[in-house]
Each structure stands twice: as structure tokens, then as C-alpha cells.
């Protein structure tokens, strides 16, 4: 299902626009894995998801470690379904600029 093409200036940042692509296809994943992944500090990127969170494109949770006997808990980023479709339309719209 190709989505409507609408250029969306939330998510064309850079940050921003490589953490929705890497959470597209996944049903979401752990904040320091991302961190890693897309080399980012964890200051840069707790800043990108706040601001993702309030617009509603992504959720936040936190739950505890299976693997840690302390406090500490784990953060989950997820892309929501509102999420999902600005990414695909903002796609749709950079793929009609480009003349797909």
C-alpha cells in the first residue's frame, strides 16, 4: 500500500529521519542499541525522541532488566502507527521529488 506523498519537516532532519527509518521495520528497539547503531550520543538522541514523542510519532517505554539485578531499567523506542505513516508519506514525497 503506497502512502500519500506529503513532505514532512519533522522528520527530514537527519536524526530524526535515520532513527524512523531504522525503526520502521521493527517492532521497536532498546535505546542503546539505537544509541550505537546510528552513532549518536545518548544526549543527542534522548533530545530526537522527546521531540518525536510529542509529536506522536514515536513511543517511549521503560520496563526493568531481566539481565541486571539493580534499579536500572531498559528504555524502549517504538515508531506508533502515526509515526509509521508520516515516514512513509514523508518517503512518498522524496521519492515524487526525485521522479519516481
Known sequence: ???EPRFDEAIHAPTR???CAM???LDGADFSAIATTLQLSEANLSKTVRNLVELG???SSKQASLERSDARQITTVTLTPMGRRAFDGHLAAL???AGE
Do not use: G, V
Request: no cysteine; hydrophobic share 45%.
Open 23 to 25: 525503526l520502521r521495520p
Open 95 to 97: 521519492r515524487a521529488m
Open 1 to 3: 500500500m503506497r502512502s
Open 57 to 59: 510519532y514515536l513511543r
Open 17 to 19: 529521519l535515520r532513527l
